[in-house]
C-alpha cells in the first residue's frame, strides 16, 4: 500500500532551520516527482516546491526561493526540504504529495497520496 510519511517538523526561532523529510512506502518514489505543500490555520493548502521524478527541475514558490531546497535521495526513497531563514509567516503543516511539478505554480488537483503532515512552528 502506497504510503507517504512526512517527519522532521517542530517549533524553531526565527532565522532557524529545519529539515523535512519525506519518506515513501509501498511505491518506489523514482519513477514520480514530489511535491511539498503547507497549509496554515484558516488557509488554503499552497505549494511549496517540486522535484521532478529524476531530480534535475525543481520549483519554488516566490516566498520561499532562496530559502527553501527540496532535494530526493532515491536509494533512500525520500525527499527532503531543507528550510533556511526561517519567518514566523512559514508556520504550517507540511505535507508532501505524489503528482505532476509543471512550470508555474503547483495545483493541488495534480497531486494525490497526501502524507498526514508535520507541523512547523516558527516562534521565539
Known amino acids: 500500500q502506497l504510503q507517504l510519511v512526512e517527519s522532521g517538523g517542530g517549533l524553531v526561532q526565527p532565522g532557524g532551520s529545519l529539515r523535512l523529510s519525506c519518506a515513501a512506502s509501498g511505491v518506489t518514489l523514482d519513477y514520480y516527482a514530489i511535491g511539498w505543500f503547507r497549509q496554515a490555520p484558516g488557509r488554503e493548502r499552497e505549494g511549496v516546491s517540486c522535484?521532478?521524478?529524476?531530480?534535475?527541475?525543481?520549483t519554488y514558490a516566490d516566498s520561499v526561493k532562496g530559502r527553501f531546497t527540496i532535494s530526493r535521495d532515491n536509494a533512500k526513497n525520500t525527499v527532503y526540504l531543507q528550510m533556511n531563514s526561517l519567518k514566523p509567516e512559514d508556520t504550517a503543516v507540511y505535507y508532501c504529495a505524489i503528482g505532476a511539478c509543471g512550470l508555474g505554480p503547483l495545483v493541488l488537483a495534480d497531486f494525490d497520496s497526501w502524507g498526514q503532515g508535520t507541523q512547523v512552528t516558527v516562534s521565539s
Open positions: 522535484i521532478s521524478d529524476s531530480g534535475d527541475s525543481t
